[in-house]
């Protein structure tokens, strides 16, 4: 196979004699023993004005190899700084990534692997920069993550998932929640949240305590003022704060016991959650207005089974309400 050799000094004032004598594209590459494309693309890139001048086409030319030589480790320094910003942010390297995508999809200056953010993380160079503590989980190595159990609880009237229509199991249909508990310390103070299963927006309410009253209490604020597509029907796990379920003012399916991967959405936006409020928080010292502040984030964050929009814009397209596009 033979090697690309690029056209030296020498070569440049050649070319610079030959066009002045008005030879053309395919003579001057004869003489050179070149490809007639070659030719060409140097005269495109490397001409002065609207001549060629073989001292300026050589200092273009070692100027463009020495910044190839420098290129940035995230390919450029905007994609850096954008990279870093979405990572204070809380963003994954794979959010980052495919919101890049989506939001310049005809400039590949934007575009970047997710592995490159990641390699760029944890690369030995880099350790005392500390840059996993950006990662969401702020882990130096990569873990599976594993769910809250579920417990059994003797709940009245209580319809199974496998009765639930099966138009659910898709999530193409709108309209369609999960639901669960986040626990406090100590399991007093709690979480109620929902996520719609198509469009992964996730709802949040606070209550004083893990009761079927205060879940009714809870999802009567979160859906009230939805419309009626958007409250179909949600899934719910076995536990005690779910006995009132008749109360709820949506049709409620209850998952099989220790099966919580049949709530899958549920599970992984309250992991979100916990990104922000650990284990053992004491979430009576957390006031609403807090709490929607960091739902908001959540949903304003981009997912890779939407195509890199964010549940926000999913969830208003599927309203008819606009959203203003951010970055």
């Known amino acids: 196979m033979k090697k690309h050799k690029k056209l030296t000094a020498h ?15 395919r003579e001057i590459a004869r003489r050179l023993k ?30 463009r190899s020495q910044l190839a030589r420098k290129r940035h480790p995230l390919k450029n320094s905007s994609v850096y700084k954008y990279t870093l910003k979405k990572l204070r942010a809380g963003w994954s390297p794979e959010q980052i990534s495919g919101r890049l ?38 882990q130096k190595k990569r873990r599976r993550q594993t769910g809250r159990s579920v417990h059994r609880s003797r709940i009245p009237d209580r319809v199974s998932i496998r009765h639930r229509p099966k138009e659910v199991d898709s ?9 669960d508990s986040v626990e406090g310390r100590a399991h007093k103070s709690g979480i109620h949240t929902q996520v719609e299963r198509k469009t992964r927006y996730y709802l949040a309410q606070l209550v004083k305590q893990l009761t ?16 009626k597509k958007a409250k179909k029907s949600t899934t719910v796990d076995n536990g005690k704060e779910f006995t009132n379920h008749k109360d709820f003012v949506l049709p409620v399916y209850f998952a099989d016991p220790y099966s919580s991967w049949q709530r899958g959405s549920n ?40 195509g890199f929009k964010t549940p926000k814009e999913a969830f208003r397209e599927e309203l008819g309400v606009a959203i203003q596009d951010r970055m």
């Open 101 to 138: 995508k989506l939001k310049k999809p005809s400039n590949p200056y934007w575009h970047i692997c997710h592995e490159t953010i990641y390699q760029f993380i944890y690369c030995p160079g880099n350790k005392a920069k500390k840059l996993w503590e950006y990662l969401p989980r702020k």
């Open 212 to 227: 079927a009253n205060e879940a009714v209490k809870a999802q009567s604020k979160m859906f009230r003022n939805l419309p």
């Open 171 to 179: 999530k193409q249909v709108f309209g369609h929640w999960e639901g």
């Open 34 to 63: 070149r490809n007639p494309s070659t030719i060409s693309r140097e005269l495109k890139r490397n001409r002065w004005g609207n001549h060629y001048v073989a001292i300026h086409a050589q200092a273009v030319a070692n100027n």
């Open 11 to 25: 070569d440049r004032d050649l070319i610079a004699i030959w066009c002045s004598q008005h030879l053309s594209v």
């Open 267 to 306: 599970e992984y936006h309250n992991g979100l959650l916990r990104r922000y409020l650990p284990k053992g928080t004491d979430l009576s010292t957390i006031t609403q207005t807090e709490l929607d502040d960091i739902v908001e984030e959540i949903n304003s964050k981009p997912r890779k089974c939407l």
